[in-house]
């Protein structure tokens, strides 16, 4: 995961994430797959809110793509 830029807004991204196909099939077990997503969802916005701790890590990531494409014409 690329950890977000300085004017990230979590409501932007919580505008975009949906959930899984699957949630819409009718079962039985239809509210477990609801459950898993809600607590990927609630995991993701709890490191979002603690991502100053991993600021450094976002410019590794992004020179390391950046060399990266560059090496490979990409």
């Known amino acids: 995961m690329i950890f977000p830029k300085s004017n990230f807004q979590k409501k932007k991204l919580d505008n975009l994430i949906s959930y899984p196909l699957e949630i819409f099939k009718k079962t039985k ?9 809600k607590n990927l969802k609630n995991k ?26 560059r090496a490979f014409g990409l």
Request: net charge positive; no cysteine; charged share 30%.
């Open 29 to 37: 077990n239809s509210n477990k797959p609801k459950q898993q997503f």
């Open 44 to 69: 993701l916005f709890h490191m979002l809110t603690n991502w100053k701790d991993y600021k450094p890590i976002r410019g590794k990531i992004e020179d390391f793509f950046k060399v990266s494409k």
